[in-house]
């Protein structure tokens, strides 16, 4: 990808248990988002972690950002079948100007 | 919240021809705008940046000749892709940011050339 890597590539769980997803990145980043998009649908904006932040929870989503690895992990827990999507980090990189570069995605599919 | 408007959500044309998407900030003025592209089952590719009344600047590979920017408005930008070939065919998306507090992305735009 033009930024980093994901990983996994593909993870298949059960409806109930948790799923992580990890993002490492190339560059020092202002902020780091998670994204989610459906299947031929536009993107979906779950959470933003700022460089300066270690953790941040929203509703079932947990966000860490690890800045001396240049990682970052995404934890959905008590995962549903509706939570089957691609799930994409993005960085903010400021090149002259800002941009965000996306990293490659994970596929995640919750059975039911 | 910020919205932006992507138009049209899918294009079916014929090779040769040329297609014009076109994003649009509703509620807000949109500085800068960002088009990526995306091929089945990969991640968005950003293609180039626009900031309003200025040229845009392509990511290494893609061909401005090919793929026209035009942000002359604070609440308009489109993409023009020119004479089309299938191997242009895939999923387009846009995003708006204001003074780059935040970026909101449009519904984007499946383009299949045939």
């Known amino acids: 990808s033009q930024q980093g890597e994901e990983d996994p590539q593909a993870l298949s769980i059960q409806e109930g248990e948790n799923a992580t997803m990890n993002c490492s990145y190339k560059?020092?980043?202002?902020?780091l988002q998670w994204y989610r998009q459906n299947s031929g649908r536009g993107l979906v904006h779950l959470i933003l972690?700022?460089?300066?932040?270690r953790e941040k929870h929203s509703g079932r989503l947990r966000v860490t950002l690890d800045t001396s690895k240049k990682s970052s992990s995404l934890l959905i827990t008590a995962s549903r079948a509706a939570d089957t999507a691609s799930y994409f980090c993005?960085?903010?990189?400021?090149?002259?100007?800002?941009?965000?570069?996306f990293g490659a995605g994970t596929r995640l599919f919750v059975k039911a | 919240g910020a919205v932006v408007s992507q138009h049209p959500s899918w294009v079916i044309c014929k090779s040769g021809t040329s297609v014009k998407i076109e994003c649009r900030s509703l509620?807000?003025?949109?500085?800068?705008m960002f088009w990526y592209r995306q091929f089945p089952k990969q991640s968005l590719m950003l293609m180039a940046t626009s900031n309003e009344g200025s040229k845009a600047t392509y990511e290494q590979g893609v061909e401005k000749d090919k793929f026209l920017i035009n942000h002359a408005s604070l609440t308009l930008s489109t993409l023009t892709v020119t004479s089309a070939h299938p191997e242009d065919s895939s999923f387009y998306i846009c995003?708006?940011?204001?003074?780059?507090?935040?970026?909101?992305f449009g519904s984007g735009t499946r383009l299949t050339v045939v």
């Open positions: 972690i700022r460089s300066n932040e």
């Open positions: 560059t020092s980043i202002n902020n």
């Open positions: 995003s708006a940011s204001f003074l780059n507090y935040g970026y909101t």
């Open positions: 993005a960085t903010d990189i400021n090149t002259g100007g800002f941009k965000t570069i």
């Open positions: 509620d807000f003025q949109a500085t800068t």
